[in-house]
């Protein structure tokens, strides 16, 4: 059972783009929902976060939208980079102990 | 700047060896976890643990065992080690589980 659904699969976007990532969750106790960049040989790094009190979060080029009736939420990269180019994660917290569900990942590539 | 640190980036074993990996944080965090990452299938949880001598089974445990004797250092141990161990380990630690900080991971190969 997979609790937290990514799509799409993997992108491809042209360099000044917009890529947009989904994801999709089954738990209504889920609290906090966060992304994850990830670079080849790297671990992940927290990219953005939002909590369901909150409809949009924005840092810079990275913008959150969450909608809690729909159980899902998205990513968007404005003006998207060949240095955007990376596997992005999507997770949610709540459940026994209080630990993160992850998505499976999606890769991104922005082409030049 | 915060940390956690995984003490191999490479690690080549022979089949049947006890291996340790191990996780260091410097955050003081109460939460830290073992994953393993292979392509399509995401980060699938082996253990974590929520404070000095605790443990808890993850999704995917079998042939796989943890320590955590001190709070800044987390142990993955595989028993015996088997080809299908072969993975990327990724060592997380977190406070209540908001903002998981991860280490760069140790690339483990079983030949």
């Known amino acids: 059972q997979q609790q937290v659904k990514q799509s799409p699969q993997s992108l491809i976007v042209q360099k000044g783009g917009i890529s947009i990532i989904n994801c999709a969750y089954e738990n209504t106790a889920f609290d906090y929902f966060p992304w994850y960049q990830q670079f080849p040989g790297k671990g992940p790094a927290l990219l953005i976060a939002?909590?369901?009190?909150?409809s949009e979060k924005k840092e810079g080029r990275f913008t959150i939208s969450f909608n809690k009736s729909a159980k899902q939420f998205s990513l968007h990269i404005m003006d998207s980079q060949p240095g955007d180019s990376a596997t992005y994660f999507c997770?949610?917290?709540?459940?026994?102990?209080?630990?993160?569900?992850f998505g499976k990942g999606i890769t991104l590539s922005v082409r030049p | 700047d915060v940390k956690v640190t995984q003490s191999s980036r490479y690690l080549v074993k022979r089949t049947g060896e006890k291996v340790f990996l191990e996780c260091v944080q410097d955050?003081?965090?109460?939460?830290m976890f073992w994953y393993r990452q292979d392509p399509g299938l995401g980060l699938r949880l082996i253990y974590f643990s929520y404070d000095v001598k605790m443990k808890e089974k993850g999704d995917i445990p079998e042939g796989y065992s943890v320590s955590r004797e001190k709070k800044e250092r987390f142990s993955l141990i595989l028993e015996s080690a088997s080809t299908n161990q072969t993975s990327m380990y990724l060592c997380a630690s977190s406070s209540q589980g908001y903002g998981y900080t991860f280490g760069s991971g140790t690339r483990l190969t079983v030949v």
């Open positions: 955050m003081d965090h109460e939460n």
């Open positions: 939002i909590r369901p009190d909150v």
């Open positions: 997770a949610a917290r709540g459940g026994a102990n209080s630990k993160l569900t």
